[in-house]
């Protein structure tokens, strides 16, 4: 008895939180089945709707943005996933870019069969996913038969040199293992570096160039585009550099709101940039991907999350708009120490957790889900709101909601709507829409740059949005409110 009312209380707890569970275990007390049969019948009809939806969009994905041969995203992906890098205002601004050219396809396809090309590609495809599966946020893509293309963000040009020689050189070795592939086959390896300066022109430009010197090579080694750089930093300088820039407060806040429908705003995305010793202002992906090669990245969260309250504690007076967005790195929550100074940081602030949300990107849930339900768990238990951010309605992010149940998620405009494949997007958005309000998640549209894209997204349904369109960037000192 004891345990069949432990599990409806569990259950109704559940479903109070738009988790909605189905209790196996039908008690034998009449009263109590008929409390169990009622809640299951409530549910089960959310349920087969949440897993429906997602099956739904999953199958619009796989026709936009999937090479049907390879298994791998294709170039519409590539170019989605470059544009959003670029336009970041965070680390995944700076990265590397490694081009793969596979000659001699089109003949072994004609000549020894469409089954063994095939093969060798999705092959293929299974080594450059394995070879970069460590990489937060990185993206594999097949962009033409011949080619493969990988986005590698926050990785500094020595590790995508490693890199593409590792792939490479395995790459050769599945060719030389085949029958009669090195009859036909032979691969070429290009890198490029890519910065928030950049736009998909350039680094496909920087690519192509490369790929050139690498074709003409003696040895077939990878070749790097070479920068017109200013002087290189070494590790200990660039540890300096960071540690002296926190230390000095020379850490730069601004922000921009995200606003309601009715343009009222809902909170403030916080962003940080770097004052250099003369005194010019450098974007976080200047140096963000040093700060986590040093694994400094957790060290400046922790400086950002004590900022951001205590400019919020100063205010006197804190209306409810006064709310603010912290993106949590990677780097961070798979700290143990970091988790434990979360921990105490959230409890001593608990008067602010009206005016604090914490986010993490959709790469760190997808690479870290059991770390980042923890996080959330932790964060959301303190009374704070946690959010989702560059949610590319990925599958396993997508399946992941319904547990981790943000307040809210942020996609860009990109992923919401194309005048191109308008019917696509409307069953994913739709979908998506369908989703949200199950399980009370608010679905903010972001990278909204033009009117119209804003119509757009005003038309679709949506009620929150952020992007130079709708509010620009403004220093966090003079924000309004």
């Known amino acids: 008895m004891l345990k069949s009312l432990d599990r409806i209380r569990e259950q109704a707890q559940a479903i109070g939180e738009n988790k909605f569970i189905i209790n196996p275990h039908i008690p034998s007390t009449v009263e109590l089945k008929q409390v169990v049969l009622q809640m299951n019948k409530m549910v089960e009809p959310v349920q087969n709707n949440y897993a429906r939806s997602i099956e739904t969009i999953k199958e619009a994905k796989l026709l936009r943005f999937k090479d049907m041969v390879s298994g791998l995203y294709n170039k ?15 680390a995944v601004s700076k990265g590397e870019v490694i081009l793969l050219t596979i000659e001699g396809l089109p003949q072994l396809k004609e000549v020894e069969g469409y089954g063994v090309s095939e093969a ?10 394995d070879k970069t599966q460590k990489i937060e946020g990185r993206v594999v893509t097949c962009i033409k038969e011949t080619e493969f293309g990988l986005i590698l963000p926050c ?8 890199m593409a020689e590792s792939i490479l050189k395995d790459l050769l070795k599945l060719i030389k293992k085949g029958t009669v592939l090195e009859d036909y086959l032979q691969v070429y390896a290009s890198v490029a570096s890519y910065t928030y300066e950049d736009n998909t022109s350039t680094i496909f430009s920087k690519l192509d160039y490369s790929m050139i010197l690498a074709k003409n090579s003696q040895d077939n080694t990878p070749v790097h585009f070479k920068e017109k750089t200013d002087t290189l930093l070494g590790r200990g300088e660039w540890k300096t550099l960071i540690e002296t820039a926190i230390d000095s407060n020379n850490i ?12 009222q705003t809902f909170y403030r995305e916080i962003f940080i940039a770097m004052k250099d010793d003369h005194g010019i202002v450098k974007s976080a992906g200047f140096f963000m991907p040093m700060a986590m090669e040093l694994g400094l990245a957790r060290t400046i969260d922790q400086h950002v999350m004590t900022q951001v309250a205590r400019l919020i504690g100063e205010k006197k007076q804190k209306p409810v708009e006064d709310a603010f967005g912290v993106n949590v790195s990677a780097d961070f929550i798979q700290d143990r120490n ?12 608990k008067s602010l957790s009206a005016h604090l949300a914490f986010e993490m990107s959709e790469a760190v849930l997808i690479r870290y889900p059991e770390i980042s339900l923890d996080f959330a768990g932790l964060v959301r238990g303190m ?3 946690f959010g989702i951010d560059n949610f590319t309605i990925n599958d396993d992010s997508l399946a992941m909601l319904q547990q981790l149940t943000p307040d809210y998620i942020k996609v860009d405009y990109a992923y919401l709507y194309d005048y191109r494949d308008q019917a696509k997007f409307k069953i994913t958005l739709t979908m998506l829409q369908s989703i949200t309000e199950s399980l009370n ?8 740059e033009t009117s119209n894209q804003l119509d757009d997204l005003k038309a679709a349904g949506i009620q929150y949005f952020q992007g130079r369109q709708v509010a620009q960037i403004q220093p966090l000192e003079r924000h309004d409110g």
Do not use: H
């Open 383 to 385: 009374g704070f709101s």
């Open 338 to 349: 970091s988790f434990i100074w979360a921990r105490n940081f959230l409890s001593a602030q």
């Open 252 to 263: 730069v806040f601004s922000c921009q709101p995200v606003l309601t429908l009715e343009e």
């Open 155 to 162: 990785i500094l040009p020595e590790n995508a040199m490693d």
């Open 120 to 129: 060798f590609i999705k092959e293929a495809a299974g080594i450059l996913k």
């Open 76 to 90: 519409a992906y590539f170019v989605r996933m470059m544009q959003a890098n670029l336009e970041s205002q965070a």
């Open 441 to 448: 998640i608010k679905l903010i549209g972001t990278k909204i």
